[in-house]
């Protein structure tokens, strides 16, 4: 059973950095839409979900489990619900990124991991040593990873915004374990549907702006499956393997992983620094995952 539990931790501790790494190419996708488009944020928000949300009904007809997953009108609805804080956290962050620089947005957002551990105490759960030093090496080295970090330039709507969308994403990261039950790829695709159902909601005040080249939409559409559907589908079902907290230290990977995206991809230079804060953030991951398991779980069907 040790054994089966350890497998069953490990393979959720690689489904959270196929997550952060899905996520990390989400900058870089984000950049280049912006210089081929006319595109805004909400724009692209409203994209990313209107070509996911098919993608993830698609894919839901070739995982038996999932389709075979019995939910009542309630759970649906509560699915769909949830999908209001993945809007609420990006339309936060538009906010956040219009007011803030991106570096400091990026360094008071991966505060959420601080904020699950915090929620997670206060639900009764009793979090290692271990797991509060590898969150600190984790925080540290995330802010190693953003050396032009500053407040000049931001405003105090920015930061607060900022801190919202953390909050947004750390509650998520708690209400996601209880609401999947086990069932992370059906629970994914009514989540995802719930998020643009909630962008809707927006569309007769912003409007619709349509892609005007081939370019954009082949951007919009990489943004849809690899850094929506990949991520958001192996996000929960790492947090139902190994726990809210584990999961969001493990996702502070991700703003090393976009560093080594900006690398390849843009040609952008990464400083010695930013490899220290990048050692510090595997430290704490390499941490969490060799430690003992603090308690047992049972293995999870992957509906």
Sequence with gaps: MG????????????????????????????????????????????????????IVWILLQFWPPARQANRTNVERMKLLLSGTLYALAALAAFVGLERTPASTFVVLFFTYPAMVAVMTVFLGRRLTTTAWVSLVLTLIGVALTVPDFSFSGSDGVGVLFAF????FVALYFIVAEGLLKGQAISGSTYIITGTLLVLLLFLPFQGLRMPTNLTTFAYLLAMATISTVLPIFTMNLGIKMVGPTPASIVSSVEPLLAMVVALVVLGEAILPVQWLG???????????????????????PLA
């Design 3 to 54: 054994y089966l539990m350890a497998n069953t931790q490990r393979f959720g501790y690689l489904m959270i950095l196929a997550s952060a790494g899905g996520f990390a190419f989400l900058p870089t996708l984000t950049r280049s839409i912006y210089a081929v488009s006319d595109f805004q944020p909400y724009d692209i928000a409203l994209w990313r979900f209107l070509l996911a949300t098919p």
């Design 164 to 167: 919202i969308n953390a909050f």
């Design 278 to 300: 990048a050692a510090a953030i595997v430290s704490g991951v390499l941490l969490l995952q060799i430690a003992p398991a603090r308690r047992k779980r049972t293995p999870q």
